[in-house]
């Protein structure tokens, strides 16, 4: 089956066309700085004869001016890759919050649409844009079956010790409080393909995804049972302008004391803090090129994050009671080879012990970084695009056989 996959940001717009019989992407485009000046659009077609690409220095000042710049470079550019949008027929939307109600892929209807637009106060950065990516696909491909495929789905089958907060039990039972954790189509797929190539399905899985947000998962038998996001997207790590987590009172003194409005300590918390708010940088190389020129503040952002990641391996060692590979995977993950030696520095009393040459060496297909003997460390490139069209295909051909 061909499906069109939209993972739409605050600002950008991604999408890949893929055809799941082979797992091959047909063409890709991102569409970034939307509504900012200087946007563009760069739209890859991959061949047999290799990849073209066609870049659109355009000003989009909204989704809908992406996705029409889109439309017509899939059906009209270099290399057409449908012929009208009619002949697209299935579109798998990335929705980043579900709730408790969505553990798994649905079609989408107005009642899915109403459910992730009153979800939208949790994750801001996130739901809002992923409706806008699916009224602007409604409205282009009315003929399309659209999808839904949501980063919280793998993490429903927490158990409730790891899911609940330890606040009055009403504040979960009446209005839902609770932690749900996201990066599950990414914590799903990497760990899936790691438990292959380890062929072992009950493998016990730390996967670490480290891209501009970053979360951690602990997998068991193939099911989330812990994972470092909470009820929204800010809970956990040291992201690229997230905090991650901090003692709610530094949120009381902000309010109470130093006067910040909800909406500025939310505006702090998701944007200016992380390696942003610590070095001034949020993309992990600018700290990495501040930290080598000898900026404290960069190295200091360096060893906040990989601190904070070993405290949850070891957390997550516990939660398992051992371990039978760690994963890395998104941009960091799977590019930093510095920032996963640090990572695994002095954590060989887990077994945990890097090859350096390993690390260092650059593939875009899982391989292992570990010394022999040591416990497997895996960089698994995710492919979160090709998990959400394999998801919507699997969908589409259950509804149509079981209708
Ligand atoms: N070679 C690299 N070395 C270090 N960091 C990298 C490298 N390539 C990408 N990154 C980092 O990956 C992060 C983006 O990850 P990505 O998974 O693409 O994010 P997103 O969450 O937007 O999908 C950025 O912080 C970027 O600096
Ligand atoms: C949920 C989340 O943090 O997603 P992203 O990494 O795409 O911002
Ligand atoms: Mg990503």
Redesign the pocket.
Known sequence: MHVLVINAGSSSLKYEYIDTDTRKTLCSGLADRIGLPGSSLVHRVYTEAGTTEQISQKNFPDHTAAMQEAVTLLTRGQHPVVHHPEAVKAIGHRVVHGGEAYTHTVLINDAVKADIRRLSPLVPLHNPANLQGIAVAEAFFPQARHIAVFDTAFHQTMPARAYRYAIPNELYEKQGIRSFGFHGISHAYVSREAAHHLGNPGARIITLHL???CSMAAVQNGRSIDTSMGLGALDGLIM?TRSGQLDPTVIFYLTETLGYKPGQVRHLLNKESGLKGLSGF????EV?RAADAGEKEARLALDMYAYRIKKFIGAYIAAMNGVDALVFT???GE??AA?RAQICSDLDFFGIRLDRTRNEQKSSELREIQISGALPLLVVPTREELAIAVETARLITDHDENP
């Open positions: 891209g501009n947000g690229g949020s993309d992990m190389r990495h998104a941009g960091v590019n930093d920032m």
